[in-house]
């Protein structure tokens, strides 16, 4: 057996299995599609934030900088509060929308589900102080708080339910008030359980819920952080793919929360004018290491451009926009590489290569960090230029990785390039044959 059918069986006889069962896990799913419902807030919050602080140099003479910097200077507060109202407080929506989709997995009322762990959420993250509730650890701090006091009040729900523990009314009360009363004894186990738990450690070490499950998750952070995390990660991500499942969706649901409390510490650093100290977050991983989508395939689509195959021509024109916006199933199930061992090295070195630069290149601050979420369709230039903050440079770095996946991937597309030149041949040989057959029998 050689060593690329040894991979091959291991995937599909160790990893393939978990994979699928982790991708259609309940909580997982959850946790992902929460994320996914809030995006849309971080996405326009973030936008906002690179208004407040423009991508210029303080002592700029340009007309548009000092414009803008005027501007930024004069109503930042006014521009600041759309991105306080989203980004800032993040970890409500977060909340909102775990709690809602698993509540909706289980057959319970989503919308009621949802507010309570809103409820459940404040009453640990922004007790009332000075008659004001404190934002502080609503943002990217309160992420792993918003995780964990989704699933739990949810699971609470779910679990008085299944033991028929509540009110029982009759039936000619309207179903809302119904469903009212149903949250009653929920609040009251939420109240009884969650809130002691913040008090004792308030008193205990003077700090929130959030922070203090931030503080525990701090070492796993820093972690994730690192060049070594983001190689895993990449080199799992494109083994799951490689054996046909979506290795993408399930990396980066497990990720989400690290980026995003990267991303709530990078914001936070800038608005105080600190250095930023995170690399690792989706801007980075949808531009910098997967351009054009799983397995940095962009390079491999404009060689195909340039192919003598008829086939993986017509898979490079029918792949170069879809490609542009980081879609890439087009080149990966037409070629095909799912499951081709001609192309199963460069579809996992190439983005390997990708994060090893991209990673030194900000390192080194050769380009910016990112601030931004960014929608991951975005073309990969404008996608890495708008992630950190209108970088120029970030955009230079995605046009060089893309040359430098082609490389990686030309030498594996020639011997496919050759291997299907040879087969289009035969064909060709194969369908002259018979039409010189059919030509000779008409002239009998």
């Not at 989503?110 to 004001?132: E, I, T």
């Not at 070492?219 to 046909?244: E, K, R, T, Y």
């Not at 011997?415 to 059919?438: K, T």
Request: proline content about 6%; cysteine-free.
């Amino acid at each position: 057996m050689s060593v690329s059918q040894s991979i091959f069986s291991f995937i599909e006889t160790h990893i393939s299995p978990i994979a699928g069962r982790l991708s259609t896990q309940r909580h997982v799913m959850a946790i992902r599609d929460g994320f996914i419902s809030a995006m849309p807030f971080m996405i326009v919050g973030s936008f906002l934030l690179v208004f407040a602080y423009p991508p210029f140099s303080a002592e700029s003479g340009w007309s548009l900088a000092r414009w803008w910097l005027a501007i930024a200077g004069n109503y930042e507060t006014e521009i600041l509060t759309p991105f306080n109202m989203t980004m800032g407080v993040m970890s409500i929506y977060i909340t909102a929308a775990i709690a809602y989709n698993l509540a909706q997995s289980y057959k319970l009322d989503p919308f009621m589900a949802a507010m309570l762990a809103l409820m459940a959420f404040l009453l640990v993250a922004a007790p009332q102080v000075d008659k004001a509730l404190p934002t502080g650890a609503l943002g990217g701090i309160g992420i792993f708080t918003a995780i964990l006091v989704a699933l739990y009040t949810t699971e609470l729900v779910r679990l008085l339910k299944h033991y028929n523990i509540g009110f029982s009314l009759p039936d000619q009360v309207p179903a809302k008030i119904k469903q009212s009363f149903d949250l009653l004894i929920p609040i009251l186990v939420v109240v009884l359980t969650l809130y002691p738990l913040s008090l004792l450690i308030q008193n205990q070490f003077q700090m929130l819920l959030p922070q203090a499950i931030m503080a525990i998750f701090q070492p796993l952070i820093s972690a994730a952080d690192s060049l070594p995390a983001i190689l895993l990660s990449v080199l799992l991500a494109h083994l799951l793919w490689f054996a046909g499942i979506h290795g993408a969706v399930i990396v980066s649901g497990m990720l989400q929360a690290f980026w995003l409390t990267n991303l709530g510490v990078n914001q936070s650093s800038l608005a105080a004018g600190l250095p930023l100290p995170h690399v690792f977050m989706e801007a980075f991983w949808s531009f910098f290491i997967v351009i054009g989508g799983s397995g940095a395939t962009f390079g491999l689509v404009l060689l195909y451009l340039r192919s003598r195959s008829a086939h993986l021509r017509a898979i490079g024109k029918l792949s170069l926009v879809p490609s542009a916006f980081n879609i890439n199933e087009p080149v990966i199930f037409g070629t095909p590489i799912v499951m081709n061992p001609t192309f199963f090295l460069p579809f996992i070195v190439a983005p390997l290569v990708n994060s090893v630069i991209a990673y030194a290149a900000v390192k080194m601050d050769l380009i910016g960090r990112v601030i931004s979420v960014v929608p991951w369709t975005a073309p990969a230039p404008i996608g890495a230029a708008w992630g950190t903050g209108w970088d120029l440079r970030a955009a230079l770095l995605v046009v060089v990785l893309a040359l430098v996946s082609a490389v990686v991937y030309y030498p594996f597309f020639k011997v496919y390039e050759r291997q299907l030149l040879q087969q289009e041949a035969e064909e060709a040989a194969a369908v002259a044959q018979e039409e010189a057959g059919s030509t000779a029998s008409a002239a009998h």
